[in-house]
């Protein structure tokens, strides 16, 4: 199937933002891509078949490449790794078991298996070549959040750096660390939300600030929901009408989102 390139070249916004907590970073700041649409393998066949030399069919682009996408998730299951235009992807697995444990089935839950992506020439090319634009974003009024972890990582971020992350998984606490994100106040809104941004459903889940714990102004948890699929994507808001100094109360809501998006079993 012919394709024909994009003529226009890919843009790569990014957002500015001031280095938080620090005296020796006065001033600085740290760069983030700002949140884009979540695109579905629909979104791909269309662009796919819109560029496409022979005008083949959206949904029949939308198929094969499903098909293909699960044969991957099967092979790469199965041991094998995997090279595509984007990068190769394969199987890794963490676990320890003595050598008497060994004889059976090892226990999956001390076993945790994932899968590791390095990037391709050609998707290192395209982001040398991609034009960037950087926004400063202010940060003297509003929270922000910094990132998400399990609170493993939050107990032991010397070990999560030189053993991986754990991953965010559904039924399990997770902490947002923040900046001035304490939340309360009096409108029906304050709280966390997370949507679902994978799939086009828009199921959200909303967790009010008595079901925030810790609530504070650097840290802000919740337990993520038993039934979050693994591997949907959610975007995550955060709504507060406390000041920045946690104790004034406003009358309108101070209201800010995680820049990249929050996967589940990531």
Not at 29 to 38: A, D, E, F
Not at 54 to 63: F, H, L, P, S, Y
Not at 93 to 121: I, N
Not at 244 to 249: A, E, K, P
């Amino acid at each position: 199937m012919a394709v024909k390139e994009p003529t226009q070249k890919n843009k790569l916004k990014l957002a500015a933002r001031e280095i938080p907590f620090s005296d020796d970073h006065a001033g600085q700041y740290y760069l983030q891509p700002r949140v884009q649409k979540c695109l579905t393998l629909e979104d791909i066949a269309a662009e796919v078949a819109a560029l496409s030399a022979r005008q083949e069919d959206a949904e029949d682009v939308g198929r094969i490449l499903r098909q293909a996408v699960r044969r991957i998730m099967w092979f790469v299951s199965s041991g094998y790794s995997v090279s595509t235009e984007l990068g190769s992807f394969r199987l890794t697995a963490q676990g320890v078991f003595a050598q008497g444990e060994l004889g059976g089935v090892p226990d999956r839950d001390r076993l945790r298996l994932g899968v590791s992506y390095t990037m391709s020439e050609a998707m290192r090319d395209l982001l040398d070549q991609v034009e960037i634009d950087v926004e400063i974003q202010p940060s003297d009024s509003q929270p922000r959040i910094c990132g998400v972890v399990s609170t493993e990582d939050l107990q032991r971020p010397a070990e999560a750096l030189r053993d991986g992350r754990t991953p965010l998984l559904p039924g399990r606490p997770c902490i947002l660390k923040c900046r001035g994100a304490k939340v309360g106040g009096p409108g029906a809104d304050a709280g966390v939300t997370l949507t679902r941004v994978d799939d086009g459903s828009g199921a959200s889940f909303f967790f009010p600030p008595e079901q925030l714990y810790p609530n504070t102004l650097t840290k802000v948890g919740f337990i993520l929901p038993a039934d979050m699929p693994a591997g949907s994507v959610w975007t995550v808001k955060l709504c507060t009408y406390i000041g920045m100094n946690g104790s004034l109360r406003l009358k309108n809501p101070r209201i800010t989102t995680l820049e990249s998006a929050l996967t589940i079993g990531d």
